[in-house]
């Protein structure tokens, strides 16, 4: 657990002695409102975080960073992308010279776009694109910013600005900056292509330069799985716990690799692990429930699904979700 952002008060030495003025340690600086917000949205203490960026608004409704991180608490808490995108839009607005309030509000408008309509949708994307390439050209150094754009070009339709050749040059670009991120860049683009060996081999690569890299480990068990080599996944996956200990995600990675498996009761238990590391980690509540469903246990899976709606009541999962409610409804009869 980090530790608390902890006010301070102005320490006042005592008078050292007769014909002595007193004394002033130097006042240790308070937090502002902002500032606290900031610290517990690190934290991950979002309700906290929430209510702490409000007050900070409402006593400075121009503070840029309490904007941009009110957005991200909506958008990774609440799951409330449009209340999300007024906030991280008005910090580009209050700092358009701000890369990384591009680079999140180009993911607010990702995560509208996958949420809406086929129309809407169209829209959100080349205003995403566009946040995107601003992030990246106020810092050219920003891996993340340079993730993000590869991963749209790579999953944007050519009309919506989508582009293999594009992906490539900021797989390059990437590579110059940090070998490992590059070589994963460059994993991605393999995949994207279908060619599953290099894919392979670039991923391998990456952990030979970083042993500690999780998401090379992430990326390469998914790959394994995904190619049947299930044996080899689970294996991956245990050691991306090793090297990302207290992490949700690796506990979820490894649990879908054991129902691949057939081993349904480990797959429970590792899926109930992530969600004590975050009990907000909305997609083993999907997997939980496939599990449940397995093993015809209806009225767990019903439970699962009914709190993966509540974690997102919105867009194409949460269809689905419900498509499966409906049918675990009907098998409780």
């Known amino acids: 657990m980090r530790r608390l952002v902890q006010v301070t008060a102005v320490i006042i030495g005592a008078t050292l002695g007769a014909g002595v003025g007193a004394q002033h340690e130097q ?43 009110l957005g991200l608490v909506l958008l990774n808490h ?50 995403a694109r566009a946040e995107l390439e601003k992030a990246v050209e106020l810092d050219p150094k920003d891996l993340a910013a340079r993730r993000s754009l590869l991963q749209y070009y790579l999953s944007a339709p050519g009309i919506a600005g989508g582009s293999v050749a594009k992906a490539r040059e900021q797989a390059l670009a990437m590579t110059e900056l940090d070998r490992s991120e590059g070589l994963l860049a460059q994993a991605r683009i393999a995949e994207h292509e279908k060619d599953d060996q290099g894919a392979e081999r670039l991923y391998r690569s990456a952990i030979a330069v970083d042993p500690d890299q999780g998401e090379a480990y992430n990326q390469l068990g998914y790959l394994l799985l995904r190619t049947k080599r299930r044996d080899e996944a689970v294996a991956t996956f245990r050691t991306y716990i090793e090297v990302s200990p207290g ?16 081993k349904v009761d480990e797959s429970i238990a590792e899926y109930r692990t992530a969600l004590e590391i975050d009990p907000t980690f909305s997609s083993s509540f999907l997997g939980l429930a496939q599990c449940y469903q397995r093993k015809e246990a209806w009225a767990e899976a019903q439970a699962a699904l009914e709190r993966f709606l509540e974690l997102v009541p919105e867009g194409r999962r949460a269809d689905d979700a419900r498509g499966q409610l409906a049918k675990v409804a009907k098998k409780k009869r």
Request: some cysteine; glycine content about 4%; hydrophobic content about 45%.
């Open 27 to 69: 006042a240790t600086p308070v937090p502002t409102l902002a500032e606290q917000g900031i610290e517990l949205f690190k934290q991950e203490k979002y309700p906290e975080a929430k209510k702490a960026l409000a007050r900070a608004l409402a006593a400075n409704p121009a503070d840029a960073a309490a904007h941009a991180y």
């Open 78 to 127: 609440d799951r409330d992308a449009d209340e999300a995108a007024k906030h991280v839009a008005e910090a580009v607005r209050l700092e358009p010279a701000c890369s990384r309030y591009h680079r999140w509000l180009g993911a607010v408008y990702s995560q509208q776009a996958m949420e809406a309509g086929a129309l809407s949708a169209f829209g959100l994307a080349k205003k």
């Open 247 to 262: 992490q949700a995600n690796p506990h979820d990675s490894l649990a879908e690799a054991l129902l691949a498996q057939g």
